[in-house]
């Protein structure tokens, strides 16, 4: 199949309901079903709070990405926005680089939670497993977006029937749980014990801040969306209030009746807190699957499309992630080399440190997209895109250099408030 560079940029094939389906998909993913479990083993009954904190460091720079996203609707996401706003040079592409290994880390964050509820229900060696869906996921990610768009659809249906069921279940303890975080607050523990309450649920919440960053991905698919000035932003808050609400709902049905210290220990926290109840784990476990499967394929798809535009120059990276087949519309070599280094990390690197490292590289990119489009919004605002309040890209500067400076901080001294 012949390929050439992309010049003509990529086929416009998705509307508001495909964007939106790729969004939900994207950011519940393994966001819902595996670092649930992460987040509960450090704030425990607290996780809603965790991801209510999580959500407020998004959603500054959510906003920001609604209009910078419609302003410059290119694929190549923070690199072009970078380029636009500070010029050519070494700081775009830093902030390139940095994007595209974000993505190909939470990839590998993706894929090691699957082959983890795999490995709770069926007897497969991990490599195998890994190895199988990364193969996977390459394949759908080089087909097309509008196949890859569809198949998300699919997935995320599945997913958010599933969410629905799981709260219903564990009815009892979505009605405790204020009580519960009440109490934690009074005195009781709130999970592992890392650095006491204020220090556990502030990993957690550093840490749910993984589970919302899909919007970055979302607004990279612009140079693929129909009418993006207007379904771009549209889909982006829908997708978000979505999200949001899932997160917190769910993180209160299954940690408000306690027997959170399993939940935490558990491969498949979600599918733990259906079976305490006397359900049947596996139904469930088949659906996370699926839902799982989604986030990762996003991140290569992502990830690809990065590396297509700093290579669009030729200097920045190889000239052969440049070239978009003609026959898929897709920049196949860069699609294989991100599903090989997101192979490489899946079989060698835990979860958790994969989804720190993660979210530790997003907030320093979402960081300078909320300076990128402080600067543009100074320069002049132009006619048919969102105009947010410039002070939402200066909240998102500053919440984003909170929790890095946070983050940095609980590293450094996180040990010694513990043990104190």
Known sequence: MAETTSDQGLERSMGLT???FYGIGTILGAGIFVVIGEVIAK????????YVIGATVAVTSAMTFSEIGARIPSAGGAVEYMEQSFGRGLF??????VLVAANIVSGATITTGFVSYLGAFVDLPGWIATVGLVALLVAIAAIGMKQSAWFMTTTTIVGLGTLVLIVWINREGLMASPGAMLGAFGGEGTGDGTGGLGAGLFAAAFLSVYSFIGFGDVAQTAEEVKDVRKTLPRAMMIVLGVVLVSYVVIAMAVTGSGDTEALAEAEAPLVRAVERHGWPGLPFAIASLFVIVNGGLTQIIAAARLLLELARDGNRAPAIFARVNDATDTPLMATLA?????????MFVPLGTLAQGTSLAILVVFAAVNAAL??????????GVPDVWIGWPVLGMAVCGAAVLGQVGLWLFGPSLGAS
Do not use: H, M, N
């Open 43 to 50: 704030a425990g009954v607290l996780s809603p709070l965790a």
């Open 18 to 20: 495909g964007l939106i």
């Open 374 to 383: 402080w600067r543009l919004k100074r320069q002049g605002q132009p006619e």
């Open 92 to 97: 775009a592409t830093t902030v390139g680089w």
């Open 338 to 346: 991100s599903g090989a280094v997101v192979l490489a990390l899946a």
